[in-house]
């Protein structure tokens, strides 16, 4: 099994993404879900599902974690869904600054629609 490449915590390795992940989360889900699902969803789609439901049900967490399990299988991560949960319920801001740097530690930038140069 793989590990992280950086922790939960580590949001001041890249302290812009983590900026960015607090002030406006539905950019950077939805660049993080671009690079998950090969640019069959686009960041635009992603985001605004992510902030729809969010926004009216509070479920932008759950739709989230599906996409940290979509990273967990495609980096050989070990399964944790309890622990994903939890995660993406009380430590949205990190766990999105997570994924974020995981990508982009991993050659696939969200910023830069997952290809790094």
């Not at 939890?86 to 290809?115: H, V």
């Amino acid at each position: 099994m793989g590990k992280w490449t950086t922790g939960l915590c580590g949001c001041f390795e890249d302290f812009n993404s983590y900026c960015c992940a607090c002030l406006c989360p539905c950019v950077v889900v939805g660049r993080n879900i671009n690079v998950l699902d090969q640019g069959n969803t686009s960041c635009c789609t992603g985001g605004t599902v992510f902030c729809l439901l969010h926004s009216m049900a509070g479920l932008g967490c759950l739709y989230s974690c599906l996409y940290r399990g979509k990273l967990r299988n495609k980096f050989g991560l070990p399964p944790e869904p309890c622990n994903d949960i939890c995660t993406e319920c009380w430590c949205l801001c990190c766990s999105i600054a997570q994924t974020y740097r995981e990508l982009k530690n991993r050659n696939m930038d969200p910023a830069l629609g997952g290809f790094n140069p």
